[in-house]
């Protein structure tokens, strides 16, 4: 597709239940971010993968969180038990790499996340 | 955590107006983006202002840049209905995360 693809777009679930969030970046971008917004906040940084390099997990809430990314394409966002507190939309974010185009992110349209 | 704050936090005006929003940071940056959020929305790219810049204008945005005070300023001319969105700053980039900041929320009235 043209754009950075997330599902599923509305994902509800009970508490102490596993999720997976999946992204589908624009093709041959290299750099693929995740980040949680909850309502009316801003977006919290949560994890960061760039190209073959170890991703940069610093912004992980919790080892119950955590991501891959599979032959430097799609990438899955897993919660394990979840809380009410994850509670969010996560949204993902994808950037090329070369000149001009090193610094833009393109985003997805979010997964919302409710736990019941 | 966030590396930028805006403020103000919201914002609303009659169309016409000029909105501007400010953004600090806390750090020192090689660039300094601006994205707009609509209501439910992702985030889209407005503006990217490098470190040696201190203005750069696209349509009717002007961005400024005052690296000595680690702040950034949005304007928006001649507001419109259709500019009612969130509006965020962000910093890093390249082989860096990019973290924005808490966002301000602007209503422009018709």
């Known amino acids: 597709g043209a754009g950075v693809s997330q599902s599923p777009s509305n994902k509800v679930t009970e508490k102490g239940k596993d999720v997976e969030l999946r992204c589908d970046p624009i093709s041959g971008h290299t750099a693929l971010y995740w980040y949680r917004q909850s309502l009316g906040q801003g977006l919290e940084f949560l994890i960061y993968f760039q190209g073959n390099s170890a991703p940069d997990k610093s912004g992980l809430p919790s080892d119950r969180f955590s991501a891959e990314r599979t032959g430097g394409s799609v990438s899955t966002l897993t919660i394990q038990r979840t809380q009410q507190e994850d509670s969010a939309v996560y949204l993902c974010?994808?950037?090329?790499?070369?000149?001009?185009?090193?610094?833009?992110?393109?985003f997805g349209e979010g997964s919302r996340l409710t736990v019941l | 955590s966030q590396q930028g704050e805006e403020d103000p936090q919201a914002l609303s005006i009659q169309e016409g107006e000029n909105a501007t929003m400010n953004c600090s940071y806390k750090t020192s940056i090689n660039n300094l983006q601006w994205y707009r959020q609509n209501s439910g929305r992702g985030l889209v790219h407005l503006i990217l202002i490098r470190s040696n810049e201190r203005e750069k204008h696209s349509g009717r945005l002007r961005v400024t840049l005052d690296t000595s005070k680690k702040s950034s300023s949005l304007l928006i001319t001649a507001s419109r209905a259709a500019d009612t969105a969130s509006y965020f700053c962000?910093?890093?980039?390249?082989?860096?995360?990019?973290?924005f900041g808490i966002g301000t929320k602007l209503q422009v009235i018709p």
């Open positions: 962000a910093t890093g980039g390249g082989y860096q995360k990019v973290t």
């Open positions: 974010a994808s950037r090329a790499s070369g000149q001009g185009a090193f610094w833009e992110l393109f």
